[in-house]
C-alpha cells in the first residue's frame, strides 16, 4: 500500500516513526517509557527474540513470554510520544480490538501510604495531558478496561508485589506540569500534587490516560502499572538497589497480567468482560 498523508509508511509496510510492519508485532504489548527498560525486559524475560526495530526514540522487542508471543515497545516519554506508538502499532493488525496493551513505567506517588518502589494499578487516569483532547472532549472518561486492572491485580498478587489501586494523573510534562519546584523554573500551579492528593488521586505520570482514551476509541483493552519512584508527599525520590527492584517488580507484573490478560479472553469467549461468574474452568 503507498504512504499517504493520513498514513504515512514506507513502502515496504513499515509505520513510519516506530518501523515496525505487520507481523513483526504480537497482540500482548508491553509498553514502557525508557527504550533501555524495554533492551531489559526483552533480555531478561523474553525468550527466542528478534533483532530490535528501532526508528527515533521508539524501540521494539517481540518474543516469547511463558509460551505466548510478547512485544516489548520503549516509547519514549509522554503523551504524544505515547499516542504515536498506539495509532502505528494498531496500523500493523488486520483487527486491533485483539490487542492487549499494558503500560509498564515510573511514576510519583501521592499518597503518604504509598512507599518508594511500591506498585500502583491505574483503575483510570486523569486527563491532564492535551493529547487526548484531540480526540475527546475534556469529560471523557480514561478508564483502563476491567480484565486488565483485574489481570494486573493478580499479577501483582501472585509475584507478591506490594501493590495499590487507583487513579493515576497524566501529566503533559515532569517539571512545570507535575507542579515540581526547581530554582529559576518556577511552576504556574505549585499545589497541583498536593490538591491532586486530596482529591484521592493515586499517582502522576505521563502516558497512562493517552493510552486508556485511545484504547477505549479503538477498542482493545488495556491496562497501567506503574512503580512508585518518588513520593510527593515527603519529596523523596528512589535511589540504590531499590530503582532496579522497582523496575523489576513493575515489568514482572505488566509481563505476568498480559499473559492473565490473554488466559481471560480465552476464559471470557463472547461475553463482553470477564466476570467473577464465569469460573475460572471456563464454566458459567
Ligand atoms: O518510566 P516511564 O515509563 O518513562 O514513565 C515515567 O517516567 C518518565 C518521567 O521520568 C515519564 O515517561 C513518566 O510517565
Ligand atoms: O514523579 C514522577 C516520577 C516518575 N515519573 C513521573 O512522571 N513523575
Known amino acids: 500500500m503507498s504512504p499517504t498523508a493520513n498514513e504515512p509508511r514506507s513502502a515496504d509496510g513499515r509505520q513510519y516513526h516506530i518501523g515496525v510492519r505487520p507481523g513483526e508485532v504480537a497482540p500482548l504489548i508491553l509498553l514502557v517509557g525508557d527504550p533501555s527498560r524495554a533492551q531489559r525486559v526483552a533480555a531478561g524475560y523474553l525468550e527466542s527474540v528478534g533483532e530490535p526495530i528501532a526508528e527515533r526514540e521508539y524501540v521494539t522487542y517481540t518474543g516469547v513470554y511463558r509460551g505466548r508471543a510478547m512485544t516489548v515497545m520503549g516509547t519514549g516519554m509522554g503523551a ?20 492487549a496493551m499494558v503500560r509498564a513505567g515510573s511514576s510519583g506517588a501521592l499518597q503518604p501510604n504509598i512507599a518508594l518502589g511500591d506498585l500502583i ?14 480526540f475527546v472532549g475534556a469529560g471523557y472518561p480514561a478508564v483502563a478496561h476491567p480484565e486488565a486492572t483485574m ?10 508485589a506490594s501493590c495499590h489501586l487507583g487513579i493515576t494523573a497524566t501529566a503533559s510534562s515532569f517539571y ?13 500551579d505549585p499545589e497541583i500534587e498536593t490538591t491532586l492528593a486530596r482529591q484521592g488521586v493515586a499517582n502522576l505520570e505521563m502516558e497512562a490516560s493517552t493510552l486508556m482514551t485511545l484504547s477505549t476509541l479503538r477498542g482493545f483493552r488495556a491496562g497501567a502499572v506503574c512503580a512508585a519512584y518518588a513520593n510527593r508527599a515527603d519529596n523523596t525520590f528512589i535511589s540504590g538497589a531499590d530503582k532496579p527492584l522497582a523496575e523489576k517488580r513493575c515489568v514482572e507484573v505488566g509481563l505476568r497480567g498480559l499473559v492473565r490478560l490473554a488466559e481471560l479472553a480465552e476464559l471470557r469467549g463472547d461475553r463482553p468482560c470477564w466476570h467473577p461468574g464465569v469460573g475460572l474452568t471456563g464454566a458459567s
Do not use: H
Open 80 to 99: 504524544a510520544n505515547t499516542e504515536i506508538a498506539i495509532i502505528e502499532l494498531c496500523q500493523c493488525f488486520e483487527d486491533p480490538t485483539q490487542i
Open 121 to 134: 494499578v491505574t483503575q483510570a487516569a486523569y486527563r491532564l495531558e492535551e493529547t487526548s483532547l484531540s
Open 151 to 160: 489481570a494486573l491485580l493478580w499479577a501483582a498478587e501472585e509475584l507478591g
Open 176 to 188: 512545570g506540569a507535575q507542579g515540581r519546584e526547581v530554582p529559576g523554573f518556577a511552576p504556574r
